[in-house]
């Protein structure tokens, strides 16, 4: 069942990727940089998924025998190779997340960002009208906790808070016109 989901979750990042890579290539203004970025990105994305793939068809140690059957020592040995495993998929994930994240672009990255933050800051203003000083505090950490960690996605990509700050102008403007 587990090879099914991660087989589905291949095909979906593959399908999005190109998809990225085709919306890149069809829109007008794009310079070469760009579209050369996106074919880095992508063919990171499937340099990783190729390791998923590989981790996925690996054997699984002590294949046919019980855990109950197992000595306690078989069993601790087990479960270091699953934590192991379980962590080197969870950086290949993140780094096809941070891939599919430089598809996007740091100013689709930002609009879905502050579309997230709009429903908490409304919480915000509610809570504090309310003069609910505990949950405004707690809504104040997740936004800065939220906050944090898109400043450090953007770092990443090397987008200054200037340069997004002058992305989004620029997109506000062009879309008033």
């Given at each position: 069942?587990?090879?099914?989901?991660?087989?589905?979750?291949?095909?979906?990042?593959?399908?999005?990727?190109?998809?990225?890579?085709?919306?890149?290539?069809?829109?007008?203004?794009?310079?070469?940089?760009?579209?050369?970025?996106?074919m880095k990105a992508i063919a990171a994305i499937?340099?990783?998924?190729?390791?998923?793939?590989?981790?996925?068809?690996?054997?699984?140690?002590?294949?046919?025998?019980?855990?109950?059957?197992?000595?306690?020592?078989?069993?601790?040995?087990?479960?270091?190779e699953f934590t192991k495993r379980r962590d080197?998929?969870?950086?290949?994930?993140?780094?096809?997340?941070?891939?599919?994240?430089?598809?996007?672009?740091?100013?689709?990255?930002?609009?879905?960002?502050?579309?997230?933050?709009?429903?908490?800051?409304?919480?915000?203003?509610?809570?504090?009208?309310?003069?609910?000083?505990?949950?405004?505090?707690?809504?104040?950490?997740?936004?800065?906790?939220?906050?944090?960690?898109?400043?450090?996605?953007?770092?990443?990509?090397?987008?200054?808070?200037?340069?997004?700050?002058?992305?989004?102008?620029?997109?506000?403007?062009?879309?008033?016109?």
């Open positions: 069942m587990k090879k099914n989901v991660v087989v589905a979750l291949i095909a979906v990042v593959l399908v999005l990727a190109v998809a990225w890579a085709a919306f890149g290539q069809a829109g007008a203004g794009r310079g070469a940089a760009q579209r050369e970025a996106q499937q340099e990783q998924l190729g390791k998923l793939k590989a981790m996925m068809e690996a054997p699984q140690g002590q294949q046919g025998r019980s855990f109950q059957d197992m000595s306690e020592e078989e069993r601790t040995k087990m479960r270091e080197e998929q969870q950086k290949v994930m993140a780094a096809i997340q941070q891939q599919m994240d430089a598809l996007k672009g740091g100013r689709q990255l930002a609009t879905e960002h502050q579309a997230a933050m709009t429903p908490l800051k409304d919480l915000l203003a509610s809570a504090q009208k309310e003069n609910a000083k505990g949950t405004a505090g707690m809504i104040e950490k997740l936004i800065a906790e939220r906050q944090k960690q898109f400043d450090e996605k953007m770092a990443a990509m090397g987008i200054t808070p200037e340069q997004l700050e002058r992305m989004m102008q620029g997109g506000g403007q062009r879309r008033q016109q």
